[in-house]
T-cell receptor, first 113, second 111 residues
Framework: DGGITQSPKYLFRKEGQNVTLSCEQNLNHDAMYWYRQDPGQGLRLIYYSQIVNDFQKGDIAEGYSVSREKKESFPLTVTSAQKNPTAFYLC????????????FGDGTRLSIL | SQQGEEDPQALSIQEGENATMNCSYKTSINNLQWYRQNSGRGLVHLILIRSNEREKHSGRLRVTLDTSKKSSSLLITASRAADTASYFCATADGGYQKVTFGIGTKLQVIP
């Protein structure tokens, strides 16, 4: 089945530690996105990528980094500079071009130990 | 920044009733999309309406778009307990292909 796979489903981070969230898609989509979801605040865009080896900051990029070395993969690193990383992280992809919807993974819930 | 603002933030109805959710946005858009999210899961795309369309139907869903008022509504007819979820509107600008989400409406359908 085509889709987006996020792993792990649950992740725990110690203070001062970097962690990387995985996002893989087999939909052959060019564009990929990372969102953060906090209770009562909806989804906020962290980073997005329209094509391999290119990505742009979203609205809340500070404390996060990404790479896009392969079309199917868009990992997100939550660095120690992100002071409040506890949240639900969602990865999405879409075909480029107008009027194309996003397809989402099932998310990774990150907590601080 | 949040582009869409859903209203109401929470809605509780009896099974069989209709549910209406509204979304307002601030800037010009290419299209407006509605998504559904079950608790602890990813979002699922429901329907997309282009900026030059006024109404669109898909099964029990009806979406309207009023670009002069910068608003949209999602109507779910004959609701079922399985419709219980959060519903989000999202807008896409034509420039950078960014999609921006609102804070959502939490719908509870009571059997």
């Amino acid at each position: 089945d085509g889709g987006i796979t996020q792993s792990p489903k649950y992740l725990f981070r110690k203070e001062g530690q970097n962690v990387t969230l995985s996002c893989e898609q087999n939909l052959n989509h060019d564009a990929m996105y990372w969102y953060r979801q906090d209770p009562g605040q909806g989804l906020r865009l962290i980073y997005y990528s329209q094509i391999v080896n290119d990505f742009q900051k979203g609205d809340i990029a500070e404390g996060y980094s990404v790479s896009r070395e392969k079309k199917e993969s868009f990992p997100l690193t939550v660095t120690s500079a992100q002071k409040n990383p506890t949240a639900f992280y969602l990865c999405a992809s879409r075909q480029t071009g107008n009027n194309q919807p996003q397809h989402f993974g099932d998310g990774t819930r990150l907590s601080i130990l | 920044s949040q582009q869409g603002e859903e209203d109401p933030q929470a809605l509780s109805i009896q099974e069989g009733e209709n549910a209406t959710m509204n979304c307002s946005y601030k800037t010009s858009i290419n299209n407006l999309q509605w998504y559904r999210q079950n608790s602890g899961r990813g979002l699922v795309h429901l329907i997309l309406i282009r900026s030059n369309e006024r109404e669109k139907h898909s099964g029990r869903l009806r979406v309207t778009l009023d670009t002069s008022k910068k608003s949209s509504s999602l109507l779910i007819t004959a609701s079922r307990a399985a419709d219980t979820a959060s519903y989000f509107c999202a807008t896409a600008d034509g420039g950078y292909q960014k999609v921006t989400f609102g804070i959502g409406t939490k719908l509870q359908v009571i059997p």
